[in-house]
């Protein structure tokens, strides 16, 4: 992972860098913030930012939302100074660390960015055969979509091809389609100029320059706006782009990986996507199948999510009960590895006794998975059917709307993407509601966020 640390490099700081850099990390240095926004802005890019507690963080968080420069940012001090600490967190600060430098705690901020959730787990022969038609073409040029369902693991996919491409030196830069508004993302990919437009106050490199001699994955394609998708085709065929505002083209060096989880040729053919890009990144399609549909891999992966968050939380690892066993490979997974790894998450809290049994398996509600699925799903189904088409009686459409919604996105524990495929509507329409739900006064859960229900 890449951190840039903005501060005084002596005593106490200077040993968070070596212990950081003993991790894997690849660290810059700046001693102000101005200097750690230029480096920003250059695309010399960061996963992570530390901030001595000393600056003004508060301005620091300010001018990266000003330039939507998206980066979280850790704040570092001695260990005595709570107001200091208190004021880093109110201004955004995701996490204070003390300082003398307590190596476990520095590994973990940093496991938590970087995110072992990216190692590529599988068993199933169905999964295998899609990792060996991956390794056949990771050391090409060639522009790969990768396809599948949400949360099956595409972006592990991108990465994993990444790291066993000619390229795996050079940067790996991700980018949200989907999560990113339509009047951004162009500067988001191209960078821009200084006074392209209100708000850009300097010139900013785009995610094109800063994945240079890399890989640069385009998360969500399917959600791009038609125009910018003509402005991308240009990028990859040229290989060159315009910064917003720019007069010179500048020449890039990169793969593209793309991924979706819509169909992209019928999107291409029904005029929603452009047929030529679509052939452009579609050189090599990797379908990632359902988590259903590789049940080998169900196991291999609870196992993998169980150790992660055992050693996450401090607790101790537990065996799966044979009954578990049984009812996790039989379970559907509609949110496949995603739900799988929420799922594994509670278990390991939940779990008391010497194993994890059935009764530590539960929904994000907190109601608990019957062994008996069919039998299970079929009454509750009918039970929420019913007391829905009560809740009905006395609304009007929009409020029916807005529940379905907001329920809807609770059930996903606020993951937009999945919500909207679910609900069978666009991340664009969804966001453009959930906009209009805040607007209102109405509170909308964050990703990994529930509503707090009445009642």
């Not at 590994?107 to 590529?120: E, I, R």
């Not at 549909?293 to 196991?299: C, M, T, V």
Request: charged share 25%.
């Amino acid at each position: 992972m890449r951190l840039l640390i903005a501060g005084t490099l002596n005593g106490q700081l200077s040993t968070a860098t070596k212990i950081a850099m003993s991790k894997g990390a690849k660290v810059t240095h700046t001693d102000t913030i101005d200097q750690a926004l230029e480096t920003l802005r250059a695309g010399r890019g960061a996963d992570l930012v530390m901030v001595d507690v000393k600056l003004d963080i508060e301005n620091l968080i300010a001018r990266l939302a000003e330039e939507h420069i998206c980066v979280p940012v850790v704040a570092c001090g001695i260990e005595n100074d709570a107001r200091a600490a208190v004021s880093a967190i109110r201004a955004g600060a995701k996490e204070y660390i003390p300082l003398p430098p307590d190596a476990d705690l520095i590994a973990a901020v940093l496991a938590a960015v970087s995110d072992d959730g990216h190692a590529l787990i599988y068993k199933d022969e169905r999964m295998g055969r899609v990792v060996k038609l991956a390794d056949q073409v990771a050391g090409s040029d060639a522009s790969i979509l990768i396809t599948g369902e949400s949360g099956t693991g595409k972006e592990v996919m991108a990465r994993y091809i990444h790291a066993h491409s000619s390229r795996k030196d050079k940067p790996f830069i991700s980018v949200n389609c989907a999560a990113i508004p339509e009047n951004l993302l162009e500067s988001e990919l191209f960078g821009h100029e200084k006074g392209a437009f209100t708000g850009a106050v300097a010139r900013r490199i785009g995610k094109f320059e800063e994945a240079d001699g890399g890989t640069l994955l385009l998360d969500e394609i399917s959600e791009m706006d038609v125009r910018l998708q003509a402005k991308l085709l240009r990028a990859i065929q040229e290989r060159e782009i315009d910064r917003v505002g720019g007069k010179t083209p500048v020449k890039v060096n990169i793969r593209i990986v793309a991924t979706s989880n819509r169909d992209l040729a019928a999107e291409a053919r029904n005029g929603n996507f452009r047929e030529d890009l679509f052939y452009r990144l579609n050189v090599v399609n990797l379908q990632l199948p359902p988590l259903r549909e590789r049940p080998a891999d169900i196991l291999a992966l609870s196992q993998h999510f169980i150790a992660h968050f055992a050693r996450a939380n401090g607790v101790a690892e537990r065996p799966f009960s044979a009954e578990a066993e049984s009812f996790l490979t039989r379970h559907h997974w509609s949110g496949n590895v995603r739900e799988l790894e929420n799922t594994m998450h509670r278990a390991v809290l939940l779990a008391t006794d010497d194993e994890i049994g059935i009764d530590a398996i539960r929904l994000p509600d907190g109601s608990r998975l019957d062994a008996s699925p069919q039998q299970e799903v079929a009454q509750r189904a009918a039970e929420v059917a019913d007391a829905t088409a009560r809740s009905f009686v006395g609304k009007t459409v929009a409020e029916v709307e807005q529940n379905l919604i907001l329920d809807t996105l609770d059930h996903c524990l606020g993951n937009r993407t999945h919500a909207a495929n679910i609900l069978g509507i666009s991340i664009r329409t969804l966001r453009n509601k959930l906009k209009e739900y805040s607007e209102q006064g109405v509170h909308v859960p964050q990703p990994g966020e529930l509503r707090a229900h009445a009642g």
